[in-house]
């Protein structure tokens, strides 16, 4: 029997509203610059709420894909038709992460390695949809369904639905980089990113593979998204100016800002990334998920993340006073920081000194799958640098959330974390990571 495999994260990559480089990222974070604007990408009207958390300077040019080679740039730009922009994101996060691990095809054995990625459900854009409608339309200009299938139909662009699948990215991802070893794609929401990690964690360790990309994809800058958002979750209203809009765990929030962005990480065994001297940003002690929903199916959030920090802790061999912070779930919604603040109330309420809790939702909002992902990013850099951001607009602390949010950056991050995501319906996914101490 193989031994279990201690696992090391070794790149990361990002696409984000507040960067695209792990610096400029890092920057944003401990300058205490939002990411939420006025909408540029999209005409005014198009969505139900002004600002978001666009990203401005990623065009999805095959060049910001971070090529290492000629041939592979050519490989992209020509599959480029088939991506929409979550899986431009996606692909060109974890390309990012790659060069920062510094692997390259040829340098590692493509059959032990693989992909493990997240994302939401992709949606198509109305355009696409556009001039096959239009061929249906009688003389009043009323759609007639019977004409779709021989007159609608052959105007769709014949590989539009490659577009929208949402294992596209891991494909395109074991394409350009010849990843041959386990591939799988996740699509629960805002819990992706942590189950994607986890589960590249599980793969490693067991000895299935020795190099995980690991990612996450999201939006919720879509027409149909951002209706689907506005009928069922909280949204942040007009009150505050759009960089105040965000303020998770405040008395005063209103609501979620929409967002998009992607995130990847680089894991190897420890002994894969130690043969080839590789930097180390930390190791990955535990991973872990819950769903809970009470008997009429309704999600009990709180309840969820509770089993997930215990599982963490208990897989860990950790108490909870030797957690250095938590980066939150922090979704801004009256609801779910409540329930997210109860249940981290439940396992760290006893300790000495407070826990400090983070959340960079308040930097962008939410990036739907991809949240997850540059979340995890965010503090593995402050664990490299030792010292935690701020959460944004924590002005007021609210009775109902009984937090501990961190105010002013430079605090010290501690020596490990807790990253927490969940979904709306109950589904919980955590990671906990570790400083690397040899």
Request: with cysteine; aromatic share 6%; proline share 6%.
């Amino acid at each position: 029997m193989q031994p279990v495999q201690r696992v090391v994260i070794t790149g990361i990559g990002l696409i984000s509203p507040i960067g695209c480089s792990k610096e400029a990222f890092w920057e944003s974070l401990c300058t205490s610059r939002s990411g939420v604007k006025l909408l540029q990408r999209l005409p005014a009207g198009v969505l139900p709420a002004s600002y978001g958390g666009e990203v401005l300077d990623f065009q999805g040019k095959a060049e910001e894909f971070v090529p290492v080679d000629k041939e592979q740039t050519k490989a992209i730009r020509k599959q480029l038709k088939l991506m929409c922009r979550e899986s431009q994101m996606g692909v060109a996060a974890a390309q990012r992460a790659m060069a920062d691990a510094g692997l390259r095809p040829g340098q590692f054995d493509p059959q032990r390695s693989g992909v493990s990625f997240g994302s939401d459900y992709m949606l198509t854009m109305p355009e696409d949809f556009i001039e096959p409608i239009q061929a249906c339309l009688n003389a009043e200009g009323q759609f007639e369904f019977d004409r779709w299938a021989l007159e609608g139909m052959p105007k769709l662009e014949p590989l539009w639905l490659l577009k929208y699948l949402p294992n596209m990215p891991a494909s395109h991802l074991a394409i350009f980089n010849d990843l041959r070893g386990p591939n799988n794609s996740i699509t629960q929401r805002e819990a992706s990113a942590n189950l994607a990690v986890g589960e590249a964690f599980e793969i490693l360790r067991r000895g299935d593979a020795d190099v995980m990309v690991a990612g996450s994809t999201g939006t919720r800058l879509h027409p149909m998204k951002a209706i689907h958002a506005l009928q069922q979750e909280q949204l942040a209203d007009a009150r505050f100016a759009p960089q105040e809009a965000s303020r998770p765990f405040d008395r005063d929030r209103a609501g979620m800002v929409l967002g998009e962005g992607a995130g990847a990480v680089v894991l190897e065994t420890l002994r894969h990334a130690q043969a080839r001297g590789a930097k180390i940003y930390g190791e990955v002690l535990a991973a872990a998920a819950h769903t809970v929903a009470d008997r009429r199916l309704l999600a009990r959030r709180d309840r969820a993340i509770e089993l997930v920090v215990r599982s963490l802790l208990d897989r860990a061999g950790l108490r909870p006073d030797e957690i250095g912070h938590l980066h939150a779930h922090g979704l801004s919604t009256r609801s779910g920081d409540r329930e997210e603040a109860q249940a981290i109330q439940a396992v760290f309420g006893q300790r000495a000194n407070p826990l400090p809790v983070v959340a960079a939702k308040s930097y962008f909002g939410n990036l739907g799958a991809g949240s997850g992902l540059v979340e995890l990013i965010a503090s593995l850099l402050a664990l490299e640098h030792n010292k935690l951001f701020a959460t944004l607009n924590y002005k007021t602390p609210d009775p109902e959330c009984p937090v501990h949010a961190v105010r002013e950056p430079g605090q010290p991050a501690g020596r490990c974390f807790i990253n927490i995501n969940v979904t709306p319906q109950g589904q919980a996914a955590g990671l906990l990571i570790r400083q690397y101490e040899g």
